[in-house]
């Protein structure tokens, strides 16, 4: 079994900053690509950012200039370091890492997710 423990949310005024930690643990053989989802109140989780086994980070359009993306290989950790948040920003964010459990079982995780609260 997996774990994904996210850490980092919490209460922020518009235009601050705050860094998410996604730790994966358990029986891994190897962490391919891990990424960040934020699902607003209401709404559909979408994709915020993910970084390749290679190291290789991407963006969505809503994080793209002011979020980014890195992880510590050694550690099974991803971070995200968010700037200029704006109250859009607000909900809850989850940690997604596709693992190799086995050198041939390959599965996906999800975190618990972690609120991250902008206030205008």
């Known amino acids: 079994q997996v774990q994904l423990v996210e850490s980092g949310g919490g209460l922020v005024q518009a235009g601050g900053s705050v860094k998410l930690s996604c730790a994966a643990s358990?029986?891994?053989?190897?962490?391919?690509?891990m990424g960040w989802y934020h699902q607003a109140p209401g709404k559909q989780r979408e994709l915020v950012a993910f970084?390749?086994?290679?190291?290789?980070?991407s963006y969505a359009d809503v994080g793209r200039g002011r979020f980014t993306i890195s992880r510590d290989f050694a550690k099974n950790t991803v971070y995200l370091q968010m700037n200029s948040l704006k109250p859009e920003d607000t909900g809850v964010y989850y940690c997604?890492?596709?693992?190799?459990?086995?050198?041939?079982?390959?599965?996906?995780?999800w975190g618990q997710g972690t609120q991250v609260t902008v206030s205008s």
């Open positions: 358990g029986e891994i053989y190897a962490t391919n690509t």
């Open positions: 970084i390749t086994g290679g190291g290789a980070p």
């Open positions: 997604h890492a596709d693992v190799l459990v086995t050198m041939s079982d390959r599965r996906e995780y």
